[in-house]
């Protein structure tokens, strides 16, 4: 059947422009991957007749794997689904589709396709509102390509889910809490989406509703970013989940890898500890590959404290320099002050004046301006191939004291003291911690973007004062700012 519905799906795209496709956030689940996606979930004991939902259902493909995988079932005799889709374009494709399953199954199967919005149809339900239905039909299954659109904060799905929405969101969460709320107790959800909601602040709320309602149970990655949707452009970091409706925490979690969406026949396996995978309150998401990985977490989680908590915090830089043109400047001049970029970071240190362009700025604005003080430059965005994500520099006031003021483009975040100036033994021990290996294998863990998040970065777990401090003097009397070293010296405190 799969093949079929896959072959036909595929003279859709081929004929149908992807500009259009796009206005849907319309990415075609592959034939392979919709097959491991139905094969993620438990078998249906004790059970003649299941209900299935698939919102976002396109040309049916993942309904269509759901009922082939049935098909191996003989206590299941009947399958109910429902299809929510509302582009007009696929909807006479998804109804033959069906059709053909409906003919070609062993099972009896009854579909029902729902054309309305998924998420405005339903949100007094999902916000339990005076007009909704106190008892909403529920699923035994949910499985989901859901649409990879941004919308406004203003849109019509945005504000019908406020509990999970924060600022522009992105539809592809929004379609996942409201699967997991059509849910039964107990029920399994197998879902298609970015990992982008595993860490930050913009998918806090997201992450406290859906781990909470329910809990993941296995989760599988992509090595390759654009081998996962067939004959489609996507460069998003995808993975796949299996989530339980259940407010019980299940000892472990599965989590498997792949290269590409071609070789589920060749998986890595991995169990990790429930408690290590979600962590904190935030419910971060930790995606461990290995054992390695799994080691990284354990011995950083021994720490307790984070950055706000022993008194300093990363912040981001103040200037946005393409919008302050009018203030740049190339070379010194009175009432000048530096303007430092992540150019300025080398080989741990910063550096200043380096003859770049733009190098000082000349502002009365006080939110473009910041004290003269000693901190820890960090920068914010990498290359991908780059062997760091966390790549910092010292900076010490002492160094540039014809300045009492100073500015920080964009580009980079710094770390600074919140109730005074940090003492150079902290600069250097907190230097110890972000230019070590553990800490950059664990911002690589949590944050798959090559972009270093300071809200990410003030939730990780450090050591307490005194003993950044005294690593801080370490590093100091050693004056060797190789990462080897910084490793030497951290070793010592967490084992």
Known sequence: MLEKIIELTNLYIDNMPKKERKKYGQFFTSMETA?????????????????????????????????????????????????????DNVLGLLRANLEYCKTHSSKIIKYNIQIENYITSQYLDFNYMIGGNPNPVKYDYVIGNPPYMKIP???????????VCYGAPNMYFIFAAMGLFNLKDEGEMVYIIPRSWTSGAYFKRFRQYFLTE??????????????????????????????????????????????SNKDFNELTFLTVPYDLVVAGEDYYVYLVTNDEEVTVLKRLHKFNQTLPEIGVKMKTGL?????????????????????????????????????????????????????????????????KEEPR?????????????????????????????????MSECLV????????????????????????????????????????????????????????????????????
């Open 35 to 87: 097959k491991f996606m139905a094969n993620l979930y438990d078998a249906p004991i004790n059970k003649q007749s299941v209900t299935v939902l698939d919102a976002g259902a396109g040309s049916g493909i993942l309904s269509c794997a759901f009922i082939e995988w049935a098909e191996q079932f003989e206590t299941v005799k009947e399958i109910e689904l429902t299809c929510y889709e509302n582009d």
């Open 153 to 163: 904060k203003d849109a019509p799905e945005a504000i019908a889910m406020p509990e």
């Open 214 to 259: 329910g809990k993941l149970e296995h989760i599988h990655l992509f090595v390759s970013r654009n081998k996962v949707f067939d004959k489609e452009d996507v460069l998003q970091e995808t993975i796949i989940i299996k989530v339980r409706k259940t407010h019980v925490n299940p000892a472990q979690v599965k989590i498997t890898s792949s290269k």
């Open 319 to 383: 200037t946005v320099d393409f919008r302050n043109r009018d203030i740049l400047r190339d070379e010194e001049e009175e009432g000048a002050i530096p303007l430092f970029y992540s150019q300025h970071i080398k080989q741990g240190k910063v550096q200043f004046p380096i003859q770049k362009e733009h190098e000082y700025v000349v502002t009365d604005q006080r939110g473009l301006m910041q004290d003269n003080k000693n901190y820890l430059f960090v920068k914010r965005f990498t290359a």
């Open 389 to 421: 994500r966390l790549q910092c520099g010292i900076y010490l006031a002492k160094n540039y004291p014809q300045y009492t003021k100073i500015s920080t483009q964009n580009k980079i975040n710094f770390i600074d003291g919140l109730f005074g100036e």
């Open 428 to 495: 250097y021990g907190l230097y110890v911690l972000f230019n070590s290996t553990l800490y950059d294998e664990y911002y690589r863990i949590l944050n798959g973007s090559t972009q270093v998040n300071s809200t990410e970065v003030n939730s990780m777990p450090v050591p307490d004062m005194e003993s950044i401090q005294e690593m801080g003097r370490k590093l100091m009397k050693s004056k060797d700012l190789s990462e080897r070293n910084c490793d030497l010296i951290l070793e010592g405190y967490c084992g």
